[in-house]
Structures are given as structure tokens and as C-alpha cells.
């Protein structure tokens, strides 16, 4: 198979995800030419809020490898990941994205994500999200724990 197959898989994903009463997204995850997993977004069928197509791809593929760590593949998803899986991605270590739909395709059907990315432009304090910061130094021990641990599994 080549891009254009992969990502018409995740597109027909996509497109098959909303007769089954879901959102319009798909994603195929591609390592050494073969489709070692596929996702497609669950969060309303499974009240799961972070079910979006790349994040269940990622999740699946994962465990289909064993590994936490997917360099070596590639994640064909039918639109331009919104900020949530955009930081999976990278922390998946995929090597590339290919995506379909644009963000603001999403946003010209209620999927607007631009919110995020203008809240990270802002300093904490400037968002609409409040956060405040509690208990650091208590919070630090799990941290020291950690750089002492000589077992630990680094990721
Ligand atoms: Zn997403």
C-alpha cells in the first residue's frame, strides 16, 4: 500500500465511525509498510473524553507492539490533530504525521480547537483554565525518588 491507500483506510474510518453514531475522525498507524493498527474517535460511545482517533491509534498500536515507543512508525489520521494528540504524537515518538482534513475544516463543523492553541500562547495566569500552583515541596519527593531509582524504565 502506498500514503494515498493509508490514508484513504483512515478516511473510510472516518466516514464509517459517523453511520456508527460517532465522531468523523480515523487513524491508521503504518510501520514497515503494513497497518498495525487503526482508530477512530469514541468519546461519546465510550464517555471518554481524550477517545479521539489518533489517541485510540496510538493506543492500539502500542500495545499491538509492546512498546511504549513507536518511532519507526507513521500515523495517517483524516484531520489535522487537535493539540491533545498533537502532544501524543510526539510523545509516542511517531516519526511523521500525514493528515486530510485541515483544523480549520474541523472548526467549519463545530470542532474548533483553535481555543487551545491560543490559550498556550497566554501565561498561565492570562488563561481562562485557572491553575495554581500547591504543594510543590511535597510533590518533589516522588521526583527524588525517581532520579534515585537505578531500575527505573526511562521514557
Ligand atoms: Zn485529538
Known sequence: MNKEEFMRKAI?????????????????????????????????????????????????????????????CEIYTSCEPCPMCFGAIYWARLDKIYYANTKTDAKDIGFDDSFIYDELELKPADRKLQSEPLLREEALKAFEEWTKNMDKIEY
Do not use: Q, Y
Open 12 to 72: 473510510a474510518l472516518s466516514i464509517e465511525n459517523v453511520a456508527k453514531g460517532g465522531g468523523p475522525f480515523g487513524a491508521v498507524i503504518v510501520k514497515d509498510g503494513e497497518i498495525i493498527a487503526t482508530g477512530v474517535n469514541r468519546v461519546t460511545s465510550t464517555c471518554d473524553p481524550t477517545a479521539h482517533a489518533e489517541i485510540s491509534a496510538i493506543r492500539a498500536a502500542a500495545k499491538a507492539l509492546g512498546t511504549f515507543n513507536l518511532s519507526g
